[in-house]
């Protein structure tokens, strides 16, 4: 089992704390993030809003080191701590490190193979091979992700040949099928029609006592419904991190009110 994140050793596991600490971050010699600071808590979900370019999809690409993949980026300030945990550290496996920390994006991009393999996929790769184990991990993402009923006739078949909600909701069970602690997802309701989004919202809420979710959300009604905590980001800064009723309800800041009350952006 994979345990660079300080995992706890307990059954289920429960999600972790993410601690970015003054975080400059730039794509060559522009700076897209700019002295972020923020505690985010385990087991529950934060929202992440403001307009387009501020910089809410870099800091989630940050805390899972997939901005690694873009050359010409770097960090020159700060880092980010999960579990206490400097994941920028030199001994930090980076493949290890997106299995505890997994990602949903903003497209459905599952694999052209069947709903069964889709699921299995990140176990297989971790070696697991033993038939029972396999099977009653599927059912176990499939059933939290809300799929079970749906597709439990049809595992055999292409993940294709789903709608596009049930898509984006075979993705969220590929990820959790490994057991991550912290799952980042990019918009993951933008291409879905209300019910769809409605059923991608709900399974986030019953799964937040077990993994820490972050959502990049274009949505203010979205981030109202399904967020604990919301952090509105401006050109590349972080300008109010709070709860998510405080934040919708009495913002401190004049930029954040302007924003959620459909002022610009
Ligand atoms: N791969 C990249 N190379 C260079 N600059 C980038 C890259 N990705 C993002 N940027 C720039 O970094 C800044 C922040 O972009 P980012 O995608 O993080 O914003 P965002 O808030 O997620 O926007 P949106 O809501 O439109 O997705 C923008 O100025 C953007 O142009």
């Known amino acids: 089992m994979h345990d660079i994140l300080n995992r706890p050793a307990t059954e289920p596991q429960t999600g972790s704390s993410i601690d970015v600490e003054t975080l400059d971050f730039c794509y060559g010699s522009s700076q897209a993030l700019k ?3 923020v505690e985010i808590p385990a087991n ?9 370019g501020c910089g809410k999809s870099t800091l989630l690409r940050c805390i899972n080191r997939m901005n690694d993949e873009i050359p010409g980026t770097r960090i020159t300030r700060g880092g980010i701590r999960i579990n206490g945990v400097d994941i920028y550290d030199k001994s930090v496996d980076v493949v290890k490190l997106r299995r505890d920390v997994g990602m949903v994006f903003q497209k459905s991009n599952p694999f052209p193979r069947s709903i069964y393999e889709n699921v299995a996929y990140g176990l297989r790769l971790r070696g697991e091979s033993n038939k029972a184990v396999l099977d009653q991990a599927v059912q176990e993402a499939l059933q939290a992700s809300a799929l079970w009923d749906e597709v439990k006739d049809r595992l055999q078949e292409s993940a294709l040949g789903l709608s596009g909600g049930q898509q984006q909701r075979l993705c969220i069970a590929r990820t959790i099928a490994v057991k991550p602690l912290v799952v980042l997802m ?5 291409a879905l029609d209300p019910i769809a989004t409605a059923k991608v919202e709900e399974l986030v809420w019953n799964l937040k006592e077990d993994y820490t979710f972050i959502i990049v959300t274009h949505s203010m009604a979205q981030a109202s419904r399904v967020s604990d905590k919301t952090a509105f980001f401006y050109m590349g800064e972080l300008v109010e991190f709070d709860t998510t009723s405080k934040i919708f309800s009495n913002p ?10 459909g002022r610009f952006g």
Not at 186 to 190: G, H, I, L, V
Not at 252 to 257: A, I, L, N, R, V
């Open 186 to 190: 990019d918009e993951p309701c933008s």
């Open 44 to 52: 529950g979900v934060t929202a992440f809003i403001g307009p387009s």
């Open 252 to 261: 401190t800041h004049k930029k954040t009110e302007d924003y959620i009350s």
């Open 35 to 37: 002295g972020i600071n």
